[in-house]
């Protein structure tokens, strides 16, 4: 194991480590046939995906439309081909962006079909048995951790990439009683808003508040165990990989093909995350690669029309609103103080204030800490 990834088990994560119970059983099954392979004697056995005879792909990022093809397909097969079509609810979708909960991180509103919030409610109401699986789509400035930028150099590609997005997965297992919380990276994740804003918190909310039936239901962060996740250990090898939908339809895979897997001690998705995170950072590149050139192999569906979109108030679902507040008031010294002394654009820095306008406190923080700032400049010695 390299320094790099021994580095990452700080103490920081601790409190998340629970000593590694990792099923020993693990059963390789063709994946475009997987079903014929799986028996109810499986009940203690992880299975995975045989892709060793896939060449590993060259791309760096999975996008929307494959993303949403694929996760039809999936479903599609599960529901016609295995032995329990009905272990998970099948919902239809009208559009690409429909297979998403986006929560956007720029506007600070969660956007949601209206058909599909009606569909997860018949879901949870009808299908006592079965899992809901709700991809996440988290849309953000893509800005430096602590906005540690060198002012001084005059950098041009500074504000390159200033919008990107990643993605994560829910699945409410109406079975187990939970609600589990899939993210690629683990606990690791340093995009700007990780430090404040906590979406594993934001999104239990969300769904609780919705959905009120399931209130009761635990919901598990599959990262407590396991806080290194996949894409973060696949990043020591390949830094330029951008996989968190592969990563996240990998994980749908593999969750739905263990649909007899009776868990002992941790949850099914916690187990399934154990035993695709022991591997080493070479391996963990290369089955999200390998797997990436399976889903090339797979058909493509027809196209969608548009449907109605519901929006909600993200504001709702953040327990701290005063950690926000005082991010912005620093935010605003920052840009303006070193506007005072360096001649370059703080598109980056500018980018996010302006997303901070639904505060409601936004105008009053704003001319305060303006005013604060020519005082000093002014008045100190």
Same mark, same amino acid.
């Given at each position: 194991m390299s320094d790099t990834f021994s580095d990452l088990y700080t103490d920081d994560f601790s409190q998340y480590i629970i000593p590694p119970q990792v099923i020993t059983n693990v059963k390789y099954v063709d994946p475009y046939n @997987?079903?014929?392979e799986i028996t109810n004697k499986d009940s203690d056995t992880i299975v995975l995906p045989k892709l060793d005879n896939f060449k590993l792909s060259n791309i760096n990022a999975l996008d929307d439309t494959t993303f949403s093809e694929c996760l039809d397909l999936l479903l599609f097969n599960f529901n016609i081909l295995s032995q329990s079509g009905k272990k998970v609810c099948?919902? $239809?979708f009208n559009k690409i962006e429909e297979f998403f909960i986006h929560l956007n991180l720029i506007t600070f509103q969660i956007d949601i079909s209206h058909d599909i919030m009606i569909q997860i409610q018949n879901c949870i109401n009808n299908n006592p048995s079965g899992? !809901? !699986?709700l991809p996440v789509r988290l849309d953000f400035l893509n800005i430096q951790k602590e906005y540690n930028l060198d002012l001084s150099n005059g950098n041009d590609n500074v504000n390159q990439n200033v919008h990107t997005a990643h993605s994560n997965l829910i699945i409410i297992d109406n079975t187990w009683k939970t609600i589990e919380f899939y993210e690629p990276h683990g606990i690791t994740l340093e995009h700007a808003y990780s430090d404040f804003i906590q979406i594993p918190q934001i999104l239990e909310k969300f769904i609780k508040t919705s959905f009120p039936s399931i209130n009761n239901y635990s919901f598990i962060n599959v990262s407590n165990s396991c806080p290194i996740g996949a894409q973060t250990i696949q990043g020591i090898h390949n830094?330029?990989?951008?996989?968190?939908?592969?990563?996240?339809l990998y994980f749908i895979m593999v969750r739905i093909l263990n649909f007899n897997f009776v868990p002992i001690g941790k949850n099914i998705s916690q187990t399934i995350n154990e035993i695709i995170t022991k591997e &080493? @950072?070479?391996?963990?590149?290369? &089955? !999200?690669?390998? $797997?990436l050139t399976y889903i090339e192999t797979l058909g493509v569906l027809p196209s969608r029309v548009m449907m109605h979109i519901n929006k909600y108030n993200l504001q709702y679902f953040i327990e701290n609103k005063s950690q926000i507040e005082t991010r912005l008031r620093n935010l605003i010294r920052l840009y303006f103080m070193n506007a005072m002394f360096y001649k370059r654009d703080f598109k980056l820095i $500018?980018?996010?204030?302006i997303s901070y306008k639904a505060l409601p406190n936004y105008h009053e923080i704003f001319i305060d800490e303006l005013n604060k700032t020519h005082d000093n400049v002014n008045f100190n010695p």
């Open positions: @997987p079903y014929s099948a919902m $239809f899992i !809901i !699986i830094a330029n990989a951008g996989h968190c939908l592969a990563w996240s &080493t @950072p070479q391996q963990i590149d290369s &089955t !999200i690669r390998r $797997f $500018f980018e996010e204030i």
